[in-house]
Nanobody
Framework: QVQLVESGGGLVQAGGSLRLSCVASGLTFSSYVMGWFRQAPGKEREFVAAIRWSGTSTIYQDTVKGRYTISKENTKSTVYLQMNSLKPEDTASYYC?????????????????WGQGTQVTVSS
């Protein structure tokens, strides 16, 4: 059974930084992708970033390019999202997700497994 557990959210002032972690277990795919999404109250869940578990390919949403960095630590089955220069509009619940694939999907419906989310609040 695939399980994803996020952590690292919190309250931070605008301009600050946070690092989110997502620990994965039960992954038996030969190749898969880990993605980060976020959802603010009253809004749809939106893509943030994704990374292939094998290799170094990554993609980002345009609004976070240059501020966010997705990375992985294979030995710990963990994916990170380093968030710098945070803005109030980055406030949302952040979710990690995964699916077995060789591509890097940007749509939530393309992912099969989800974590419970971690709240990020950026104050102005």
């Amino acid at each position: 059974q695939v399980q994803l557990v996020e952590s690292g959210g919190g309250l931070v002032q605008a301009g600050g930084s946070l690092r989110l972690s997502c620990v994965a277990s039960g992954l038996t795919f030969s190749s898969y992708v880990m993605g980060w999404f976020r959802q603010a109250p009253g809004k749809e869940r939106e893509f943030v970033a994704a990374i292939r578990w094998s290799g170094t390919s990554t993609i980002y949403q345009d609004t976070v390019k240059g501020r966010y960095t997705i990375s992985k630590e294979n030995t710990k089955s963990t994916v990170y999202l380093q968030m710098n220069s945070l803005k109030p509009e980055d406030t949302a619940s952040y979710y990690c997700a995964t699916r077995s694939t060789n591509v890097l999907p940007r749509t939530a419906s393309a992912y099969d497994y989800w974590g419970q989310g971690t709240q990020v609040t950026v104050s102005s």
